[in-house]
């Protein structure tokens, strides 16, 4: 059974909003890590369907076409960097980690 870091077959989906500040953050990670993905702009049926998947009605969000989710942009990176490897955009140390965490 593969584990739950392994990449998705088919591109991501990107739920987001061009003005959302923590979409752009996501969007700009995708894109520097050449990571596949799709765009789906986010209105009030879309924020809901985050929702029921993730639990919280906040983009951006990623969904995979088996049925992942993923929330929340710091986490969201975190993940990815776990899942694509490759030059990493986390410092090591873990003092600069945590700054990097909360913005
Ligand atoms: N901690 C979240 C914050 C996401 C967030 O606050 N997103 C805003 C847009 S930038 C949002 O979805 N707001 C919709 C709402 O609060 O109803 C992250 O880093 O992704």
């Known amino acids: 059974m593969p584990n739950s870091h392994h990449k998705p077959a088919e591109p991501w989906l990107l739920y987001r909003s061009k003005i ?27 924020l ?4 029921w998947n993730t639990g919280v009605k906040k983009m951006p969000a990623l969904e995979a076409k088996d049925g992942r989710w993923l929330f929340d942009s710091t986490p969201m990176i975190q993940w990815l960097e ?21 913005c």
């Open 20 to 46: 959302s500040y923590f979409s752009g953050k996501v969007e700009a990670y995708l894109k520097y890590k050449q990571i596949p993905f799709n765009i789906k702009e986010v209105n009030h049926w879309t």
């Open 48 to 51: 809901n369907k985050i929702y």
């Open 82 to 102: 776990e899942c694509y490897g490759g030059v990493p955009v986390l410092p090591k140390d873990p003092a600069l980690r945590f700054f990097c965490s909360s």
